[in-house]
Nanobody, 120 residues
Framework: QVQLVESGGGLVQAGGSLRLSCQAS????????GGWYRQTPGKQRELVAG???????NYADSVKGRFTVSRDNAKNTVYLQMNSLKPEDTAVYYC??????????????WGQGTLVTVSS
């Protein structure tokens, strides 16, 4: 069994920063690709940032220059550093990773979500 545990969400004022963490645990060999998504009520979940096995990254236009996705392979953890936060960044943030299990099977796993609230 594999699970992703997210942490780091909370309440912050506009212009502030937060760092989200997503740690994989269980029967994993390694994390392949990872990504952060967000969702607000009534809207579809959208990709915020992604990172490949090789470390290449991509971002939604709305967060370019403010958010940075990174990974620590030794800790099986993916991060999202969020700077210059805006009220419109308020959402539940979800981590999604493609994980290689110890059985050498690739599976896609979602975290439970962490709420980020940016006050104006």
């Amino acid at each position: 069994q594999v699970q992703l545990v997210e942490s780091g969400g909370g309440l912050v004022q506009a212009g502030g920063s937060l760092r989200l963490s997503c740690q994989a645990s269980g029967s994993i060999f390694s994390i392949n690709a990872g990504g952060w998504y967000r969702q607000t009520p009534g809207k579809q979940r959208e990709l915020v940032a992604g990172i490949t096995t090789g470390g290449s990254t991509n971002y939604a236009d709305s967060v370019k220059g403010r958010f940075t996705v990174s990974r620590d392979n030794a800790k099986n953890t993916v991060y999202l550093q969020m700077n210059s936060l805006k009220p419109e960044d308020t959402a539940v943030y979800y981590c999604n990773c493609r994980v290689l299990t110890i059985a050498r099977v690739y599976i896609d796993v979602w975290g439970q979500g962490t709420l980020v609230t940016v006050s104006s």
